[in-house]
C-alpha cells in the first residue's frame, strides 16, 4: 500500500522544468518591385529612339498591373524588361543627341559660313 501511495504522489509533482513552449511568427517583407513608369515616361517624351521608350512605358504599365493584383514574379519580370528598354533608350537617345551636336558644330556651321561668305562676295562683286 506505501509503495502505491508513493507511486500516486510522484503523479501530482512535475519532475522537472515544464517544456518552454514558442510561437514562431513569420512575418514575410513586403516585397517591393520598382516599376520604372517614371523613367519610362522620361523616356517617351524626350528619348524615344525606335519608339523603344513607348515600349519601356507600355512594360511598365504591365509590371504596375501585375503588382495590383499580387503577382510578383509576373510583376518582376515585366519590370525588368522596361528596365532593359530604358537602359537601350537612353544610351541610343544620348548618343543620338550628342552626334546631332556634333555633326551640327562640325557639317552644318561650316557650310553656313562658307555660303555666306561666297553670297557676300558675289553681292560685292557685282
Given at each position: 500500500m506505501i509503495k502505491r501511495d508513493q507511486e500516486m504522489a510522484n503523479w501530482g509533482t512535475p519532475q522537472g522544468p515544464p517544456p518552454v513552449v514558442s510561437t514562431v511568427v513569420n512575418?514575410?517583407?513586403e516585397t517591393t518591385v520598382?516599376?520604372?513608369i517614371v523613367w519610362s515616361l522620361f523616356n517617351t517624351l524626350f528619348f524615344n529612339y525606335c519608339c523603344l521608350g513607348f515600349v519601356a512605358?507600355?512594360?511598365s504599365v504591365k509590371s504596375r498591373d501585375r503588382k495590383m493584383v499580387k503577382d510578383m514574379i509576373g510583376a518582376q519580370s515585366y519590370a525588368?524588361?522596361?528596365k532593359s528598354l530604358n537602359i537601350a533608350a537612353l544610351v541610343l537617345g544620348i548618343l543620338g543627341t550628342i552626334g546631332s551636336?556634333?555633326?551640327l558644330v562640325l557639317v552644318v556651321l561650316p557650310i553656313l559660313r562658307y555660303s555666306t561668305m561666297q553670297a557676300r562676295q558675289n553681292l560685292g562683286g557685282s
Open positions: 512575418i514575410q517583407p520598382p516599376d520604372h512605358f507600355a512594360y525588368s524588361t522596361a551636336i556634333v555633326l
